[in-house]
């Protein structure tokens, strides 16, 4: 079998030849340098290994404008320094990404560190390339301090926003991290130690994240031989130690199956490969063994042509030797979020000594070497076109991911997530529903999360769950390929507070917020009617006489309720004053008896109106019974002409006019409550004639997609809505989160507005800003 373009399979002696040399930290006398002429020649050779193109001038042109620029400098290994750009390049050419990518690899460093200029360079190589130099001379600022986390993961986060830009920009600055820790030598030990823990803490897992194994594997053995040299050392010196005797055992295990992949009529290639330092490290700490006591020092590599070859593989390979239990995991079937995909099983040899087998096929193992580099979006086709961003748009949905933890993670908790490895390839579980529909959930999530995900009336009614068969408690937690089955009850009293404890998704998490909503308006409604009564008979006022239909019919009409329940909701959770419903009834009941009014008002006092004391604000909204104050909306719900308003006497700051249903007033201490004051809107402003605009925030909550902010916007263009701002994030469910603000003339236009969005594919809700 052809061994995949551009790629080697090591054998076990290459492996440890080339961790030794790692571990050869001897200075170099400058005759051991290579020139920066026999680097150029092994730059070109490796570019026209997979480039389609002949033309290599921008490359050639790079190289010579950067041997200028930095002429007569020196690296501290006194080596010329156009050897590290050189480098730098010939990493990236290994990578196999475009002439584009290599040539601000050769230039990375002269903006920061010559003379010549970024319009310079600009001019000289065109805006793809100097925007590519401008994104790694910024990163260049990037420093990590332990004692300085919080600012650390700022900087990470204008990182990662620079990458969503570019992704190129991050390949380059890993190529030249890279390079950096192999010459790490010439550096003072307190700089060698702080530059390993940087990478170790932050450019390793950038590599694992994008899936590049190849300069992950490096920069972690690198890392440690720094930070641990005597560990680092006596793993090389032990490690080596044992060489032909693992030599041995692993071609035996390579010869055996390599004629059964033959007998079988499979296509393979087979060989051993060596685990890196770090692993062998982390294994030994994490597990409290000594060298002597890890077995699986090593891996057996089966690359094939073919999915189906790979469980055809996979099943010979069981025949020959025992599996471990709980030990195999299928990355075929559910790849992890970095693109990497590979059968693994653990096995136990004739001898008892157990080993692992990776199998895979020749694209998946190009893009676990190479992560998001094997399917670079500016790779050239064969034919020189590049490939359009939307036949690679697939491929990047992990980019999405890296800006989501930067909208929603706090700094801390930032730099925590980027570390973890568990984090990093475990944030979701995958099960089934009885159908065989895999569902997604976040990692830790329960049945009631699997219910929901269905759909609400679902874990509303839920009373238990079946995970493969069995009965289970509500709080067990999912596991990778469990098949759950939701029993319901129509008799089920509805979600139990305690749940919200228990679930782990914000889908959930809101539903079951939501039944408890729709549940108090019951309770709200009656709290509402007997504070009515209360005041009724307070102020000496008959509540039946008040509150016959055509009376109750204006007040709701007034507030722009639906219905009489919803207005006595409204005043049981405090969105509304009894006295504002109680003086609309009284007009109302005016109009009836207009002889009795004023004998009801005298007796009352409530109903009284000092002429002259009226206020009407240049937005549409009059305040009755205070003059000459100063009144404004408030930006926490933005009402607008239509919702039912209150307004807040703020002290020094005149009256601000809040929606009922705001959090801002619903939340509002009893002890504050005598602020609120009677308003309504004008009837120029509530009927649209004044010609006013006023502002408006909905939040929209989507299935994300490709698209789904242009059909969004496209429904606000079509009105001639002017549309003031807008946000958008997306969780790692692939729940987005969209916030528009622009200008309405009132509640029924942004009520039409709002039913239309509702209906673009992937809505799932929209809901105004109530605070």
């Not at 305040?623 to 930006?635: F, P, Q, T, W």
């Amino acid at each position: 079998m052809t061994q995949p373009a551009g790629l080697s399979a090591p054998s076990e002696t290459d492996d440890d030849r080339m961790l030794i040399r790692q571990a050869d930290a001897r200075p170099k006398t400058m005759e051991d340098f290579t020139s920066p002429d026999d680097l150029y020649r092994e730059l070109i050779a490796s570019i026209r290994k997979y480039h389609p193109s002949d033309d290599i001038t921008l490359v050639e042109k790079a190289f010579h404008v950067a041997d200028e620029a930095h002429r007569n400098q020196k690296r501290k290994s006194g080596e010329p320094y156009i050897i590290h750009p050189l480098c730098v390049a010939i990493i990236l050419a290994d990578l196999e990404l475009d002439k584009e990518t290599i040539a601000a690899g050769l230039l990375h460093d002269v903006v920061e560190d010559t003379i010549m200029t970024l319009d310079e360079l600009r001019k000289e190589f065109g805006e793809e390339v100097a925007l590519l130099v401008d994104g790694v001379t910024k990163l260049g600022q990037l420093s990590y301090s332990a004692d300085k986390l919080e600012m650390q993961a700022e900087n990470l986060r204008k990182m990662f926003l620079a990458m969503a830009k570019d992704i190129r920009v991050i390949l380059i600055k890993l190529a030249d991290r890279l390079h950096n820790m192999r010459t790490l030598q010439y550096m003072k030990p307190e700089k060698q130690k702080e530059k390993a823990r940087e990478t170790l803490d932050i450019y390793s897992p950038i590599a694992q994240r994008l899936g590049i194994s190849k300069v992950k594997v490096e920069l972690d053995d690198l890392s440690l031989k720094y930070l641990e040299p005597d560990v680092y050392y006596d793993l090389v010196e032990k490690v080596a130690l044992k060489r032909s005797e693992r030599q041995a055992f692993v071609n035996g295990i390579v010869k055996d199956v390599s004629a059964k992949m033959k007998e079988a009529g499979i296509k393979a290639e087979v060989y051993g490969r060596a685990k890196h330092f770090f692993s062998i490290y982390k294994k030994m700490v994490n597990q409290n063994k000594t060298i002597d006591q890890i077995y699986d020092l090593f891996a057996v590599r089966i690359i094939v042509d073919t999915v189906p070859d790979c469980y055809a593989a996979l099943g010979i390979i069981h025949e020959m030797y025992k599996p471990v239990p709980g030990r195999f995991k299928d990355y075929i079937a559910m790849p992890k979020e970095n693109m990497y995909q590979s059968l693994h099983t653990t096995l136990i040899a004739p001898n008892g000594s157990p080993f692992e087998i990776q199998i895979r096929t020749v694209d998946m193992h190009r893009v676990a070497e190479y992560g998001i580099a094997a399917h670079w979006k500016y790779k050239e086709a064969s034919d020189g076109r590049k490939t359009s961003p939307q036949q690679e748009e697939e491929k990047m949905n992990w980019l999405r991911q890296i800006l989501e933890w930067q909208q929603e993670s706090d700094n801390k908790e930032f730099l925590s997530l980027l570390k973890s490895d568990l984090n990093l390839f475990n944030e979701n579980v995958y099960c089934f529903t009885p159908a065989g529909d895999v569902k997604t959930l976040p990692n830790g999530s329960t049945p009631i999360d699997f219910a929901y995900s269905i759909h609400s009336a679902v874990g509303n009614r839920m009373v238990g769950a079946r995970v493969n068969g069995k009965l289970v408690t509500i709080d067990y937690v999912i596991q990778n390929g469990d098949r759950i089955e939701i029993i319901t009850s129509a008799n089920s009293k509805g979600p139990s507070r305690d749940w919200l404890s228990i679930v782990k998704s914000t889908q959930a998490k809101n539903k079951i917020n939501q039944w408890f909503k729709q549940e108090r308006k019951e309770d709200n409604i009656q709290r509402g009617k007997e504070a009515l009564q209360n005041y009724c008979r307070a102020k000496g006022l008959n509540y039946s006489e008040l509150t016959k239909p055509d009376y109750t019919e204006a007040a709701t009409s007034k507030y722009g309720f639906r219905d009489w329940d919803s207005v006595l909701a409204a005043v049981g959770h405090g969105g509304l004053k009894e006295g504002q419903i109680v003086n609309k009834l009284q007009e109302c009941y005016a109009k009836d008896h207009s002889n009795q009014v004023t004998d009801a008002d005298i007796l009352n006092g409530s109903s009284q109106k000092e002429p002259g004391k009226v206020t009407r604000s240049k937005s549409g909204i009059i305040v009755h019974g205070i003059d000459d104050v100063s009144v404004r909306l408030s930006k926490c719900c933005s009402p607008v002409p239509g919702d039912e308003i209150v307004g807040f006497i703020t002290r020094g700051r005149g009256i601000t006019i809040h929606r009922t249903d705001c959090v801002n007033v619903v939340n509002l201490p009893q002890s504050e409550r005598s602020r609120l004051i009677n308003v309504e809107w004008a009837d120029d402003a509530r009927t649209g004639d004044g010609n006013k605009l006023y502002m408006a925030e909905i939040r929209i909550f989507a299935h994300n997609r490709t698209g789904l902010l242009v059909d969004i916007t496209k429904i606000l263009t079509e009105r001639k809505i002017d549309v003031q701002g807008v946000s958008s994030r997306t969780n790692r469910q692939g729940l987005a989160t969209i916030t528009y603000e622009f200008q309405v003339p009132g509640k029924a236009a942004l009520r039409e507005l709002i039913e239309k969005i509702r209906q673009v594919d992937s809505v799932i809700d929209i809901e105004r800003a109530t605070g």
